[in-house]
């Protein structure tokens, strides 16, 4: 290419205007904080027209890392941690220097990260614009006869004060701080002293609650259960009941999934031998339906093809569409290391359309498969 051809292709971006580079700020913005980040990065004209998220505190949803996930795989770094982008299937690696001298509880349905310091104080991150919000201290939610695990180098702490089914209320101001081991839930407010305690039942039936669209769900042997965060009475609820849906409190769990905006329960439980499912291990599959207060039984993820990976604490919902073809089936149920089914029978997989279950050679194969890297992190 000549020198002339290179002057007409070439183009001062960084000189583009504060205006057009404004409106592609705010787009990039309204799609992902990821890109919102690295828009920032390009130069300072660009930071100039575009938000700065510091400036706008940790309450602005705008900058919550929605699509991106936290990585359970431990890296070389200590405080480097991988992020995984739900929608595009992008991997990132983030230095979060605060895991130095603070201790993660869980993540968030925002994907912020709830930290905790010395054992007492309370913190959201914000992982991709490090944005730190403070919380009322633990001391103020846990009753006193657990402060000695606290206090005392315990070596259960962190699995007696993992904070799964955490997250923001719908007013986008109140956090929930739940610790499903201990089965309690705190409401708080940043610059709030304390916490509001609420204590929840679950039956044993339940694995992790869950935030869904700004509301707090768990499920008992009555239904799944709702959080009204009213301020002067919260309350839990039941919403859909559990009718006809016999759950063994020795055998079964049940469990809440968010299916890309799309409120599920998984029962899990064993069922009559088939041909394609020989070990009678079964997930059967329903969209909660909050407005009728019912539960629709499923056959499919959507039209679109999702697959999900299910843990006792978590799971995540996954486009096929981002990642390669034929590395995930559609419609199908992937089971976390943490069932012990997984390790006992090998059971890997469970495909919603026919019941049929799919087996694992090994327990962990070696390179990691996708499924595998996916199923380890839920």
Known sequence: MDVSSSAVLWRDWSGLGDGPAGLIADHVLAYDVGDCVRFRAVCRAWRRCSADPRAHGG?????????????????????????LNTSTGQCIQVDIPELHDHKLLAPTSEGLLVLIHDRKHI???????????????????????????????????????AAWGSGFADDSTTFLLCFSRLRMLGMAKPGDDQWTV??????GITSAPLMFAGRFYCATRDGVVVLDTDPDMPRLKVAPKLKGMCVSPISDTVHLVNNHGELLLVHRRKGPLTPGNKLGRRYDTYR??????????????????????????????VSLEVFPSGSISADTMYLSFDFSERKLLKV????????SVEL?????????????????NC
Not at 290 to 304: E, I, N
Not at 361 to 368: A, D, E, F, N, Y
């Open 59 to 83: 309450l602005d949803r705008r900058f919550h890392p929605w699509q991106w996930t936290m990585l359970r795989e431990v890296l070389v770094a200590p405080n480097r941690r991988s992020f």
């Open 123 to 161: 913190r959201l991150l914000n992982p991709l614009t490090r944005h730190l919000t403070e919380l009322p201290p633990i001391t103020t939610l846990v009753a006193r006869t657990y402060h000695r695990h606290l206090l005392e180098q315990n070596p259960n702490f962190m699995t007696c004060f």
């Open 198 to 203: 609420l204590q929840y039942h679950s039956d």
């Open 288 to 317: 909660v339906d909050l407005d009728t207060g019912t539960l629709v039984p499923l056959k499919s993820l959507g039209d679109a093809g999702r697959a999900i990976f299910m843990g006792m604490d978590c799971s995540l919902s």
């Open 348 to 355: 890997g997989a469970y495909h919603l359309a026919d019941g």
């Open 360 to 376: 694992r050679c090994s327990l962990v194969p070696r390179p990691h498969t996708l499924v595998d890297c996916l199923a380890l």
